[in-house]
């Protein structure tokens, strides 16, 4: 995936940020539920309180095409295989039960809430990333 940083929009990078707190705090005052979005699709499978998480997923799915109406979207290129995909969302979904949560739940609304398991989670998920990618980059390809 390559990202058109020519192009890069601060504030609607921002917007999108506030956006996305301001979502975590609606669930969190009005539902009580923590937004991390892997527990939220991990409750889906487990067929647990299933309509307010798929207001969620929806809610994730569409407003990219929402956002498009107003700007244009920022142009990706994908050159991964449909596979790694697959098997890279696998391992995200295996990382984040074996961490009780994802980059959104430690990230956004742990970290908002200094806890240090969230702290420990999301460095722990950026060194993963960062390491996953020199070596699929420099070692691998």
Not at 85 to 99: H, M, N
Request: glycine content about 14%; overall charge positive; hydrophobic content about 55%.
């Amino acid at each position: 995936m390559i990202i058109d940083w020519a192009h890069f929009t601060p504030l609607a990078s921002l917007a999108g940020g506030a956006l996305i707190g301001l979502a975590a705090a609606i669930l969190v005052l009005f539902n009580g539920k923590i937004a991390g979005v892997s527990g939220i699709l991990g409750g889906l499978i487990a067929k647990q309180q299933a309509a307010w998480r798929w207001v969620f997923i929806i809610g994730l799915v569409i407003s990219p095409f929402i956002y498009g109406l107003v700007q244009p979207l920022p142009s990706t290129e994908n050159q991964t295989s449909l596979l790694v995909l697959l098997i890279a969302g696998v391992l995200v979904g295996i990382g984040t039960t074996a961490s009780s949560g994802c980059t959104s739940g430690h990230g956004v609304c742990g970290l908002s809430r200094g806890s240090l398991r969230s702290l420990v989670a999301t460095l722990s998920f950026m060194f993963a990333g960062f390491v996953a990618v020199f070596i699929v980059r420099h070692l691998i390809g």
